[in-house]
């Protein structure tokens, strides 16, 4: 991994330059203030924190360095790790090194077979994944090596890489067996040491040995990696590696995150929608019979799964390369056709919705992501916020390399009471 830890390093010096200038010449310049609002509502739009892995613009979406979607949709998840941790794609020698060194690490240990065939089958999918990467907590080189006050300061980030590569190569194979042993009762299927990454996950899932199917799970692992700092998921994981906690902690705690019906849950609560619709209009519902449902589940009280976010004000570009995918792939499943039509209905209402109070009515990632794990052979829910955990977890780690590479100290921002805070209104 000689020559990835060297591109990581001359991005974590460049970073580094750009942060020791800006603590020298503006370490006291004010470039942001925070209103009671946001204090009391989420810290929505407050910027506090420094993300270097990715950006998510408002109106135009994802971009990692300065790639936007259309740019890296169709490269391989190892390479997008690449670009989030080095800022830049690996050429054809140091894409291979990295694959070779993920091949290497793909095995689980026997502990961890015996643990997953254990789990007890009620679990959410999402609960099994988060124990069985906090199981793997032992594996750290970096909590070795700090254990034995064998790290300095400098060497923090390096550990997590290896710890990185590490975690990641055994995802697909821990995801896959917790798919096949306990939702379809099957047994495992062997790694396959010929193929990349992401088509070594489509291949052990086992569900569709079509080509385009790899396809789809590789453009699945590239579009949900990473989304900037502030999300529940990497914030939580950030903060958790930020007391150096390993990257195991780290990841289980981001997972735990994930697995909200407001963050990476939705996506399964997205296609429980359209089986709720298709089950009480058929499924080709006209645009009157949605228009109605939609409202009806608004009137209730209830938030409609894939639509709004936090920060985006679009259509978010990644539903719109699942669209682009799904219009190749599988044009006429109705499942695509009612998301289609949805997408048609749902702006609309959200727009006038509570006087206009929904932030940005237009679909978000969720709102299709599990229609096309559903149209190619993925039928259990409960299995793709695991999918979306498996490729966050890139982002996870990344964001933690960076930033103990930066030498980026705990995370601890100062809370107060409503007390302290209207003390401070009357002295304003
Ligand atoms: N349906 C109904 N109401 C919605 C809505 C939706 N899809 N999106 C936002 N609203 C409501 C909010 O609940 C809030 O109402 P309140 O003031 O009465 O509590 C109001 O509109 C303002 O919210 P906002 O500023 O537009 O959004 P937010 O930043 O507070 O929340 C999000 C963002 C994603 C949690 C929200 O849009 C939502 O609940 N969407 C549905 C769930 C979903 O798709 N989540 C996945 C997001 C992407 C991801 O993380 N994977």
Not at 18 to 28: D, F, S, V, Y
Not at 41 to 63: E, H, K, W
Not at 251 to 279: K, W, Y
Request: charged share 20%; hydrophobic share 40%.
């Amino acid at each position: 991994m000689e020559q990835f830890k060297n591109n990581v390093k001359k991005r974590i010096d460049y970073l580094g330059m750009e942060i020791a200038w800006m603590l020298r010449e503006h370490g006291k310049t004010v470039v942001g203030e925070v209103s009671v609002k946001q204090l009391l509502g989420g810290m929505r739009g407050l910027t506090a924190l420094v993300c270097n892995t990715s950006y998510v613009d408002p109106y135009r979406g994802l971009f990692i360095s300065d790639y936007a979607i259309p740019e890296f949709e169709d490269k391989l998840p190892e390479e997008i790790f690449y670009l989030l941790c080095a800022g830049k794609f690996p050429n054809e020698t140091e894409l291979a090194e990295l694959q070779e060194e993920l091949a290497f690490r793909a095995e689980l240990p026997d502990y961890l077979w015996t643990f997953i065939r254990q789990l007890p089958r009620h679990l959410h999918p999402m609960t099994m994944f988060s124990l069985c990467v906090l199981a793997l907590e032992g594996e750290s080189v970096f909590k070795q090596k700090y254990e034995a006050g064998e790290l300095g300061k400098s060497e923090y980030w390096e550990y997590m890489l290896e710890d990185a590569v590490s975690l990641l190569a055994k995802l697909p194979a821990l995801a896959a067996a917790i798919y096949r042993i306990h939702l379809l009762r099957e047994e495992p299927m062997d790694y396959h040491p010929s193929l990349d990454w992401g088509s070594n996950l489509a291949h052990m899932l086992g569900v569709n040995p079509e080509l385009s199917f790899a396809e789809l799970v590789r453009l699945y692992m590239v579009l949900h990696c990473d989304h900037e700092g502030g999300n529940v998921s990497a914030f939580t994981s950030r903060v958790v590696n930020s007391a150096l906690s390993n990257l195991y902690y780290a990841t289980s705690a981001g997972l735990n995150g994930l697995a909200g019906p407001l963050h990476g849950l939705a996506n399964q609560v997205c296609l429980r929608f359209i089986r709720g619709i298709h089950e009480r209009f058929g499924e080709s519902p006209g645009t009157d019979q949605l228009d109605a449902f939609v409202r009806e589940e608004l009137d209730a009280g209830r938030v409609i799964p894939g639509y709004g976010h936090a920060v985006l004000r679009v259509t978010d570009p990644r539903f719109t390369a699942f669209m682009e995918f799904g219009n190749r792939h599988c044009p006429n499943s109705p499942f695509l056709q009612t998301v289609k039509k949805l997408y048609y209905v749902v702006p609309n209402i959200l727009k006038t919705y509570k006087e206009g109070k929904v932030a940005n009515p237009y679909p978000n990632v969720d709102a299709i992501s599990g229609t096309l794990l559903y149209q190619f052979g993925i039928s259990h829910f409960d299995f793709y916020t695991v999918m979306f955990g498996i490729s966050r977890t890139f982002g996870f780690c990344a964001q933690s390399i960076i930033a103990l590479g930066l030498n980026q100290p705990i995370i601890r921002p100062k809370s107060v009471t409503n007390k302290w805070l209207m003390d401070a209104l009357e002295r304003a």
